[in-house]
C-alpha cells in the first residue's frame, strides 16, 4: 500500500521554521527535527495538503512551492510513503502551539546540526543549496537510511 504526504519548511531568509517531534505518543518521527505536513485527505492536492496542514500546525498562510518528492520504501509496515517535499517563503500571520511538537525558527547555520533523519538531513541540504527539483529515494531499516537515490531536474 501507499501513503501519500507533504513536508514543507517555511523559510524567513535566515532560518528555517522546524517542528521538534516532542508531543505525541507513538510518533514514528519523536525526538526529530522535521519540517510541517501531513497526510494527504481524500481529494485533496499535494499543494492543497500543504497549505492545509501548515495552516493546521502553525498558524500560518503560505504559499508553498513543490521543490521534489522523496519515496520511502516500507518506512511504516506495510506501507511505502510517498512524500511531496515543498519550501515556502511567502506567509502571513502568527505562530499558535502545534500540538504535535513545538515549533522554532532555526538559523540556516544550526538546521543541519539538530537529530533528524538522515534522509532528511540530504534534502534539506539541498534546499538550502538552491538545488533543483528532485526526485529521490530513501530506503531505512530500523531506522537507519540503508539505500538512496536521487535525480535532479532542471
Not at 519523536?30 to 499535494?46: D, F, M, Q, R
Not at 540530504?122 to 530500523?142: M, N, Q, R, V
Request: glycine fraction near 8%; include cysteine; charge should be negative.
Amino acid at each position: 500500500m501507499v501513503k501519500l504526504a507533504t513536508i514543507c519548511y517555511l523559510d524567513n531568509g535566515k532560518e528555517l521554521l522546524l517542528l521538534y517531534r516532542n508531543k505525541k505518543e507513538h510518533d514514528v518521527h519523536a525526538g526529530k527535527w522535521i519540517g510541517v505536513g501531513g497526510k494527504l485527505e481524500k481529494g485533496e492536492t499535494p499543494q492543497e495538503c500543504a497549505v492545509r496542514e501548515i495552516f493546521e500546525e502553525t498558524g500560518l498562510q503560505a504559499k508553498p512551492v513543490l521543490r521534489g518528492i522523496i519515496t520511502f520504501p516500507e518506512f511504516t509496515p506495510d506501507h511505502d510513503w510517498y512524500t511531496y517535499v515543498f519550501t515556502a517563503t511567502e506567509f502571513e500571520g502568527d505562530l499558535i502551539d502545534c500540538d504535535e511538537g513545538t515549533l522554532e525558527w532555526v538559523p540556516y547555520e544550526d538546521v543541519l546540526s539538530k537529530p533528524t533523519w538522515e534522509g532528511d538531513h540530504t534534502f534539506i541540504s539541498w534546499l538550502l543549496e538552491g538545488k533543483p527539483f528532485f526526485s529521490a529515494k530513501f530506503s531505512y531499516k530500523d531506522d537507519e537510511l540503508v539505500d538512496s537515490h536521487v535525480d535532479f531536474y532542471e
